[in-house]
Each structure stands twice: as structure tokens, then as C-alpha cells.
């Protein structure tokens, strides 16, 4: 297959995908931003950063992750095979720490220690951003301050604990919904009073212009693997990719590669949580407005008078009511098509690879999982044959073993 040359990637201006992005923010947030673009050329871009940076991703992450062929999982799912060819799973559920989190965490902090920063903060909604950047710091050896809402500290106790055991300092708030939004309005709080020493860690492909760009260049390492790896397993590229949408760092990490080759189709899968015509949902493309979140233009959920709603959603880590600028471009453009999963149906896709596979996946993942029926269905009969699916596997479910527990095996 020939790329073709695609508009989505184009942006209008610097920090915007298509009318979103931008920079929404303090003026004492203007100059630490700037300084974050220029290191971005100067120091992301070279040789040497790259060079150090792959060697921890290849000998401390344990990358490049598999890419693995899941045939018993195929059959559950379209016991006819006639929509469903092969399915392959991006397996960043074995990354060290259990998620793709750590991909960005670890290109942030290394980032952070040559801008000759001295302290990170984070913040956390299901506790594996707040893990891998604790990780992060404990591995280049830079103080960790982790915000996180708590109502999150109360539900991800275990990430909270290896948090702390790898010596980060948590922060509960206790503001708002107590959630993630909290926590990132609480970051940015302590960063713009700290802002000479400090750098603040962004976990997904969101908040002010450069960091979804940054966060999407770090996560890029998924779908540059995925792709390499289906033209040796596969003999070609995949005919549709799904992931998990929270904020969209996995999902752009894996997408970002396929883009412009045009015959793929791309799904991106948001938390419909009790069902999107409840208010307790987490489906900020499917059913949100166009707003302003944490510094940049995007969709969000929100009420008539614009003021930011909260999220629902059984996994933490979709729990928010943003996402990334670039998904609400490729939304905007058509070339990412975006659906949603409710908490049930998450539950569901959690037991089915369970049992058919061995892989106890995040609640997070089970949301991309629980769309893999629908998407070969629709793919398979626009094609008029079965088609090859690969998935995002962004995560492990031993994080949500009570929640699984309780609902699964009451
Ligand atoms: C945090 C998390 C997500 C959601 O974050 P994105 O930035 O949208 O990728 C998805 N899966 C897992 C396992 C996570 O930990």
C-alpha cells in the first residue's frame, strides 16, 4: 500500500489540528510552554536523545512489545469468520508497569532532566500515569509530586501504594468531582508556582499546545512498531485499527503511523459508561460540544451554560470529560471514526479475552475490545470480505482486579 498524502496531519497554524489545540492559559505559562517547543527541536529531535531514549525503551520498557495473534479470541467473537479474518493485539499491556503509559513518562522525565529541570509533577486518573512517571523519576532519579482526585485514590489504592513505594509523593484532591480533571487543575496550579525547577508531566495527548504533540510523538513508538510488525506477521498492513479513547494517547500513538494510508480504517473507542443517553457517560467526541479544557480547544462535556460536566466511566482511566485536540480534528475530518462502549459491555470484553486468550485486560483496553465485532462487521461489508483487525491492547487489568471481581464474580 502507498501512502497518500492526508490533510488531516496539516495543521493550521503551530499547536493547532485543524480549529483545535491552541494554548488557553496564564500568561505565566507562555514562556515555560515555549521553552518546552524549543526543546522539543533542540533536544527531542537529536541524535543523542533519540539514541538514549530507545535504549531504555528497549532495555528498561521491554519494548518493541509484541504483536500478538489472537485466533481463539477471532473465533468468540465471529464464530463464522465471515467479517473477522485474523485479529492481532499491540500488546503495550507488557510494557514495564502494565501500560503504554511509561512510553511517555520516561521521553517527558529524560526530557525534563536535559531542560535541566530539577522536579515533576503529574497528575493521575487511574494511577498509571501517576505510576509510570513515578517509575520515571525513580529510574533518572528526579522528586516525583503526583496529584491525583480522591475519589481515584480511593478506587486505584494498589497504584496509589506503588506509588509510593517508588518514592513519588500523592497528593489527594480533594476539589470538584475529586477526579482527574481535579487533579490536572491542581498540576498546573503547583507548575506555574514552580515553573524555573519544575516540569510537568502530561499523561495523554492533551492540555496546552506542545504537549499533545509532544505526548503523540513519544506514544508514535506504538504504531511504528505495529506497522513493521504486520508487514512481517501479516504480509501486509491491517484493514481496520481500534483503540481505546480517554484522552488519546494510546489511540494517536497507534494511529498516527496509518493515517495517511487511506484504505485503513480507524476506530477510536470512547466510554459510554452507563449509557450515552444518561449523564453518566465519559463520551466527550460522541456526545460533547466544542470548549475549552486545560489549555486547549477541543471537545469536552459540559452543560448549557458551558461549565464542564463530570465524566462516568467504570475504567478511571476514560474518566474525563476532555480529549486530545488531534482526535477532535480527526473526528471533524472524518477520518477517524469514533464510538463508544458502555461499562457492561467493557465487563463483558474483560471476560471474553479472559477466557479465550489468557490476557486479563485494563477496563480501559475492554472498551476497544467490545467494538472489534461491530467494526469487522462493517469493514467485512463494505470490503465485501473478512477483514484483519489490530487492536490496542494498552493495558493490564491487574490494577482493576476488585472492580473486576465485584462485577464479574460476585
Ligand atoms: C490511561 C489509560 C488509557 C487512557 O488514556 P489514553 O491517553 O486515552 O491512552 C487507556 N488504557 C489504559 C490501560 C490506561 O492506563
Same mark, same amino acid.
Given at each position: 500500500?502507498?501512502?497518500?498524502?492526508?490533510?488531516?496531519?496539516?495543521?493550521?497554524?503551530?499547536? *493547532?489540528?485543524?480549529?483545535?489545540?491552541?494554548?488557553?492559559?496564564?500568561?505565566?505559562?507562555?514562556?515555560?510552554?515555549? #521553552?518546552?517547543?524549543?526543546?522539543?527541536?533542540?533536544?527531542?529531535?537529536?541524535?543523542?536523545?533519540?539514541? #538514549?531514549?530507545?535504549?531504555?525503551?528497549?532495555?528498561?520498557?521491554?519494548?518493541?512489545?509484541?504483536?500478538?495473534?489472537?485466533?481463539?479470541?477471532?473465533?468468540?467473537?465471529?464464530?463464522?469468520? +465471515?467479517?473477522?479474518?485474523?485479529?492481532?493485539?499491540?500488546?503495550?499491556?507488557?510494557?514495564?508497569?502494565?501500560?503504554?503509559?511509561?512510553?511517555?513518562?520516561?521521553?517527558?522525565?529524560?526530557?525534563?532532566?536535559?531542560?535541566?529541570?530539577?522536579?515533576?509533577?503529574?497528575?493521575?486518573?487511574?494511577?498509571?500515569?501517576?505510576?509510570?512517571?513515578?517509575?520515571?523519576?525513580?529510574?533518572?532519579?528526579?522528586?516525583?509530586?503526583?496529584?491525583?482526585?480522591?475519589?481515584?485514590?480511593?478506587?486505584?489504592?494498589?497504584?496509589?501504594?506503588?506509588?509510593?513505594?517508588?518514592?513519588?509523593?500523592?497528593?489527594?484532591?480533594?476539589?470538584?468531582?475529586?477526579?482527574?480533571?481535579?487533579?490536572?487543575?491542581?498540576?498546573?496550579?503547583?507548575?506555574?508556582?514552580?515553573?524555573?525547577?519544575?516540569?510537568?508531566?502530561?499523561?495523554?495527548?492533551?492540555?496546552?499546545?506542545?504537549?499533545?504533540?509532544?505526548?503523540?510523538?513519544?506514544?508514535?513508538?506504538?504504531?511504528?512498531?505495529?506497522?513493521?510488525?504486520?508487514?512481517?506477521?501479516?504480509?501486509?498492513?491491517?484493514?481496520?485499527?481500534?483503540?481505546?479513547?480517554?484522552?488519546?494517547?494510546?489511540?494517536?500513538?497507534?494511529?498516527?503511523?496509518?493515517?495517511?494510508?487511506?484504505?485503513?480504517?480507524?476506530?477510536?473507542? #470512547?466510554?459510554?459508561?452507563?449509557?450515552?443517553?444518561?449523564?453518566?457517560?465519559?463520551?466527550?467526541?460522541? +456526545?460533547?460540544?466544542?470548549?475549552?479544557?486545560?489549555?486547549? +480547544?477541543? *471537545?469536552?462535556?459540559?452543560?448549557?451554560?458551558?461549565?464542564?460536566?463530570?465524566?462516568?466511566?467504570?475504567?478511571?482511566?476514560?474518566? *474525563?470529560?476532555?480529549?486530545?485536540?488531534?482526535?477532535?480534528?480527526?473526528?471533524?475530518? +472524518?477520518?477517524?471514526?469514533?464510538?463508544?462502549?458502555?461499562?457492561?459491555?467493557?465487563?463483558?470484553?474483560?471476560?471474553?479475552?479472559?477466557?479465550?486468550?489468557?490476557?486479563?485486560?485494563?477496563?480501559?483496553?475492554?472498551?476497544?475490545?467490545?467494538?472489534?465485532?461491530?467494526?469487522?462487521?462493517?469493514?467485512?461489508? #463494505?470490503?465485501?470480505?473478512?477483514?484483519?483487525?489490530?487492536?490496542?491492547?494498552?493495558?493490564?487489568?491487574?490494577?482493576?482486579?476488585?472492580?473486576?471481581?465485584?462485577?464479574?464474580?460476585?
Amino acid at each position: 500500500m502507498q501512502p497518500h498524502a492526508s490533510r488531516v496531519l496539516e495543521v493550521d497554524s503551530p499547536g *493547532y489540528f485543524g480549529r483545535f489545540g491552541g494554548r488557553f492559559v496564564a500568561e505565566t505559562l507562555i514562556a515555560p510552554l515555549d #521553552e518546552l517547543v524549543l526543546a522539543m527541536v533542540n533536544i527531542v529531535d537529536t541524535h543523542a536523545f533519540q539514541a #538514549e531514549w530507545r535504549s531504555l525503551l528497549l532495555h528498561y520498557v521491554g519494548r518493541p512489545t509484541p504483536l500478538t495473534e489472537t485466533a481463539r479470541l477471532a473465533k468468540a467473537i465471529d464464530p463464522s469468520g +465471515k467479517s473477522l479474518s485474523r485479529l492481532f493485539l499491540k500488546r503495550e499491556d507488557l510494557c514495564h508497569t502494565g501500560a503504554h503509559k511509561i512510553n511517555n513518562a520516561l521521553g517527558q522525565v529524560l526530557l525534563a532532566t536535559k531542560m535541566g529541570k530539577t522536579r515533576i509533577v503529574a497528575e493521575t486518573g487511574a494511577g498509571q500515569h501517576g505510576v509510570a512517571t513515578a517509575t520515571a523519576c525513580a529510574m533518572l532519579g528526579l522528586p516525583c509530586i503526583v496529584y491525583m482526585g480522591e475519589e481515584d485514590v480511593g478506587r486505584q489504592a494498589p497504584n496509589v501504594g506503588r506509588m509510593k513505594l517508588l518514592g513519588a509523593e500523592v497528593r489527594s484532591v480533594t476539589a470538584g468531582s475529586r477526579t482527574l480533571k481535579d487533579a490536572m487543575n491542581e498540576a498546573i496550579r503547583d507548575w506555574v508556582s514552580n515553573v524555573a525547577t519544575t516540569h510537568y508531566c502530561i499523561g495523554s495527548a492533551a492540555g496546552p499546545h506542545p504537549y499533545p504533540e509532544l505526548v503523540a510523538r513519544f506514544q508514535s513508538v506504538i504504531g511504528d512498531e505495529a506497522k513493521l510488525q504486520s508487514e512481517t506477521q501479516l504480509g501486509n498492513l491491517p484493514d481496520a485499527l481500534i483503540a481505546c479513547v480517554g484522552g488519546g494517547s494510546n489511540a494517536i500513538g497507534l494511529f498516527r503511523t496509518f493515517l495517511s494510508y487511506e484504505s485503513i480504517a480507524i476506530f477510536g473507542v #470512547e466510554a459510554s459508561g452507563q449509557g450515552i443517553e444518561t449523564n453518566h457517560h465519559a463520551a466527550t467526541l460522541t +456526545k460533547g460540544r466544542i470548549g475549552v479544557l486545560h489549555g486547549s +480547544k477541543s *471537545y469536552v462535556l459540559c452543560d448549557e451554560q458551558g461549565q464542564i460536566t463530570e465524566a462516568h466511566s467504570i475504567s478511571a482511566g476514560l474518566d *474525563y470529560p476532555g480529549v486530545g485536540p488531534e482526535h477532535a480534528a480527526l473526528k471533524e475530518s +472524518k477520518r477517524v471514526t469514533y464510538l463508544s462502549t458502555t461499562d457492561d459491555e467493557a465487563l463483558a470484553a474483560v471476560s471474553q479475552a479472559a477466557r479465550s486468550e489468557g490476557i486479563i485486560l485494563a477496563l480501559e483496553t475492554a472498551h476497544a475490545f467490545a467494538r472489534i465485532g461491530d467494526v469487522a462487521r462493517s469493514c467485512a461489508s #463494505e470490503r465485501g470480505r473478512a477483514v484483519n483487525v489490530l487492536v490496542s491492547c494498552s493495558g493490564r487489568g491487574d490494577k482493576d482486579l476488585t472492580t473486576l471481581l465485584s462485577r464479574l464474580l460476585p
